[in-house]
């Protein structure tokens, strides 16, 4: 079974973030949310979130793609944190998948992962950035490298997270159960 880490930050977006953790887990897929501090997590419009462990704790693991959600300031702790830029490119040489949502796709362009790569983001956290060719499509995979816009592509996201990771038919099947049509 695929194991993910979901590393959550105050201010992180708690539409993404719960929308990745929840359709993840509905696909079988083990998720294990770590917060930078020790607590709740407070996102950016008041919600609590009780990660699973600590991002201290979560870095010992083994993890076959790391996801970040975006939201502000969530997204600007993530790429500041010197532990979350050095978990993103171990992850990376290690042939893992690294994801991002809306702002926090800046946090893998400060890890050096998005160079000569196709990204997108929220509008405009990747603008300016050389050797990124910036998208405006709700979500793009380049390589083990995915990335997506904002709140209301966060489904289209968990999705495609689930795809890579489990395969098309798994994705089909949670995606039915979701009743999108």
Known sequence: MPK?????????????????????RRAGIEVVTAGLKPGLVKASRGVQLMPDTTLDAALDGHYDMVVLPGGMPGAAHLKADARIIGLLKKTAAAGHYTAAICAAPMALAEAGLLQGKQATS???????????????????????VLTSRGP???MDFALALIEALAGREVRQQVENALVRT
Do not use: H, M, N, R
Not at 122 to 144: E, I, N
């Open 152 to 154: 209301g592509t966060a």
């Open 4 to 24: 993910v880490l979901v590393p959550l930050a105050e201010g992180c977006e708690e539409l993404e973030a719960v929308t990745i953790i929840d359709l993840l």
């Open 122 to 144: 929220y509008p405009g956290f990747l603008d300016g950035l050389p050797g990124v060719a910036v998208s405006t499509a709700a979500v793009v995979q380049d390589g083990k």
